[in-house]
Nanobody
Framework: QVQLVQSGGGSVQAGDSLRLSCAAS????????MGWFRQTPGKEREFVGG??????????ADAVKGRFTISISKDNTKSMVYLQMDNLKAADTAVYYC???????????????????WGQGTQVTVSS
């Protein structure tokens, strides 16, 4: 059974940086896509960005392009995916979720229902 365990997050000022981490274990170490979603109260989960298992392809939401960077590393037992968030804005305040899907398509999935596994979520608060 795949498990996603997140770390990082917290409260920062606008313009600051944060890095979120996600450890994926319990499944094959190849042929999958990982990514990040975020959610604010009363709204649906929003795609932030995604990356293929080998780092060959990435995709970002327009709202974070140029400010957020996703990277991935792996060994024989687990994969780590990171979300580096720079120049944070108050609008980035949300609960962030790490996700994984066995889909490996030309276009990285951007809908929440396309991801089978979700991390526990971590709060990011940006004060202006």
């Amino acid at each position: 059974q795949v498990q996603l365990v997140q770390s990082g997050g917290g409260s920062v000022q606008a313009g600051d940086s944060l890095r979120l981490s996600c450890a994926a274990s319990g499944g094959p170490v190849s042929m999958y896509t990982m990514g990040w979603f975020r959610q604010t109260p009363g709204k649906e989960r929003e795609f932030v960005g995604g990356i293929t298992w080998n780092g060959g392809r990435t995709n970002y939401a327009d709202a974070v392009k140029g400010r957020f960077t996703i990277s991935i590393s792996k060994d024989n037992t687990k994969s780590m995916v990171y979300l580096q968030m720079d120049n944070l804005k108050a609008a980035d305040t949300a609960v962030y979720y790490c996700v994984l899907t066995w889909r490996l398509e030309v276009t990285i999935p951007i809908h929440a229902e396309e991801y089978e596994y979700w991390g526990q979520g971590t709060q990011v608060t940006v004060s202006s």
